[in-house]
């Protein structure tokens, strides 16, 4: 991350800790409240994943509710 161009990585925000750690656990209640929805098996090829993952991580997340929208979908 040697980059001047890059912003720097700020610590842990407390409030934006506590209100994603609160919205990952609203999904995790949702989906067991609807578990039925769900199908029991994968619809998924495998190894499907591996090839949209990126060479390294991102430097800059995306927000919470995009990452819970993709896991829901």
Same mark, same amino acid.
């Given at each position: $991350?040697?980059? *001047?161009s890059?912003?720097?990585?700020? %610590?842990?925000d407390p /409030?934006?800790?506590? @209100? *994603?750690?609160?919205a990952v #656990? +609203?999904?995790? /209640? +949702? !989906? !067991?409240e @609807?578990v039925e929805? !769900?199908? /029991?098996q &994968?619809? #998924?090829?495998?190894g499907?994943l591996?090839a $949209?993952?990126?060479? &390294?991580? %991102? !430097?800059?997340p *995306? %927000?919470?509710? +995009?990452i819970?929208? +993709?896991v829901?979908?």
């Amino acid at each position: $991350m040697g980059s *001047e161009s890059r912003k720097k990585l700020l %610590p842990l925000d407390p /409030v934006t800790f506590s @209100n *994603e750690s609160k919205a990952v #656990i +609203d999904f995790i /209640v +949702d !989906y !067991y409240e @609807n578990v039925e929805k !769900y199908p /029991v098996q &994968s619809t #998924i090829e495998p190894g499907y994943l591996s090839a $949209m993952l990126p060479d &390294s991580a %991102p !430097y800059f997340p *995306e %927000p919470l509710q +995009d990452i819970l929208e +993709d896991v829901s979908n």
